[in-house]
């Protein structure tokens, strides 16, 4: 893999996107604990190789890494530069010798087929331009009988997403976001379709109540930023008036949704897996 990339707009924008947030992306407990979570479901033995398909600060191939042992091997993967340097610094602090860290894109890795034991993708399928074209690739890379384990969240989940894509629909504007994995079906469904068998989906609920400030800090609506899975962003055939417009809407939306403990933020999880044939 290289250490430079030659990425389309929308990967860009993704790329740049994280790299802002590397710093501050191991704070707080949430993003490790659904990792962890995905990695115990997975079950991962000593001396089997894994790949971490957009690995981030690297919090899931690190785990990975200390599992497989000196005997086996780990491989981050990820188009962001300041979430592979964080990555790399953490690996290198502890003293792991069995996982590297590679600049690289999820859709087209050059890695052989039939390499990993276990491939992950930690909370970023849906910012893939082409979803069953990833998980199709993703299914060539694996052994036969090899485990692709993901994160997947409900259609109902982060409730200022769901609440933007309800106001921006009144004006002609249609979000994805979690939508083309929004429900245990969908996410059957992607994986069949991409050829996997014994596929296992476990639902967990997370999520808890946030104040209406932290709520009306998700608004969605910003149209320089990149949408997952949409190019170019369908917010950029509104105006700037329009916008501010749908802003003041959904801020009043999540007044509605006020209660005395807060607004509650559902974020629905589905531990999804599915198996190549053996």
């Known amino acids: 893999m290289n250490n430079q990339l030659e990425l389309d707009d929308y990967k860009q924008q993704v790329a740049d ?36 398909i957009a690995t981030g600060t690297g919090m899931l191939a690190i785990e990975a890494a200390q599992i497989v042992g000196i005997e ?5 993967i990820d188009i962001s530069t300041g ?7 953490k690996a290198e602090i502890l003293g792991l010798d069995n996982v590297e860290f590679q600049l690289a894109d999820a859709e087209a890795l050059n890695f052989l087929e039939n390499s990993f034991d276990c491939i992950f993708c930690s909370s970023a399928l849906i910012w893939m331009s082409d979803l069953s074209g990833a998980l199709q690739h993703w299914y060539k890379l694996l052994k036969p009988g090899g485990l692709l384990g993901f994160h997947a969240f409900a ?16 004006y002609g504007v249609s979000l994805l976001f979690s939508k083309p994995t929004g429900t245990v079906e969908k996410c059957h469904n992607l ?8 596929i296992d989906i476990k ?15 998700m608004w969605a609506g910003n149209g320089s930023a990149p949408v997952p899975g949409q ?48």
């Not at 947030?21 to 089997?48: F, K, M, T």
């Not at 086996?72 to 981050?76: A, E, H, M, P, W």
């Not at 007044?255 to 807060?262: D, H």
């Open 155 to 170: 259609d109902t989940a982060f409730v200022g997403g769901v609440v933007t894509q309800r106001v921006l629909e009144k």
């Open 72 to 76: 086996g091997r780990v491989i981050g």
């Open 203 to 217: 639902t967990e609920q997370d999520g808890g109540y946030i104040s209406l400030e932290s709520a009306k800090g």
């Open 83 to 89: 979430m592979i340097e964080q990555a790399k610094r």
């Open 17 to 52: 996107l994280y790299s802002r947030r590397s710093a501050n992306y191991d704070n707080g407990d949430w993003h490790p604990r659904i990792a962890h979570r995905l990695v115990e479901y997975a079950h991962l033995r000593l001396g089997q190789h894994v790949l971490d």
């Open 231 to 278: 190019h170019p962003n369908p917010l950029l055939q509104l105006s700037s008036e329009q916008l501010t417009q749908a802003r003041v809407e959904f801020d009043a939306e999540l007044e509605t949704l006020q209660t005395e403990q807060g607004i509650w933020n559902d974020i629905t999880i589905f531990y999804t897996f599915g198996r190549k044939a053996a």
């Open 191 to 198: 994986l069949k379709q991409a050829g996997f068998v014994e």
